[in-house]
């Protein structure tokens, strides 16, 4: 059995509530993609007795670019097009956004697995479609501040930091 993890053990969950209690709904259906850049960003220095630079990591922005298929009963796909439809920004534009490692399952804990959540400002950049086909609505999950690590039950669909 090979140790290659497959795009489908990896879960995302999106929280489509709009008061305090969260409500992760599956990014699945309607999502044709749905990537993860680091984008580390480098600061470079090249010493007096140095021929070539030395490099480190300075810090990362983040993203998710996605690309969905507008299919109005799914609520994460209907929580993204509604913010570039109504043109929404600063706070209202972000969301909280859980990536969930299928393949790190809990040592102990049912259902549960590792886990990193985001608080992504949302950047729709096309809400498109040719006659006869499927309206698409892509762009990007922009991070904002720095991950929370932890778990998540995909039963009960709770995050849990890790202490």
Known sequence: MSDTVMRHQIADYLNTSSTETPS???????FNTLDENPNAQTDGKTYIHQKAQSSQIKNYQTQFPFDTDLIAS???VMALYSIGRNQRTGADA???Y???ELFQPH???ENTFSA???KVAVAVTGITGAGGEAVKV???LHGVGDPVYGTFNTTTKIFTETA
Request: no cysteine; aromatic share 8%; glycine share 12%.
């Open 24 to 30: 992760f709904a599956l990014m699945g259906v309607g």
């Open 74 to 76: 799914e609520e994460a």
């Open 94 to 96: 972000e969301l909280e």
């Open 98 to 100: 859980v990536r969930v």
């Open 107 to 109: 040592v102990t804990l």
């Open 116 to 118: 990193r959540k985001f």
């Open 138 to 140: 892509t762009g990007t």
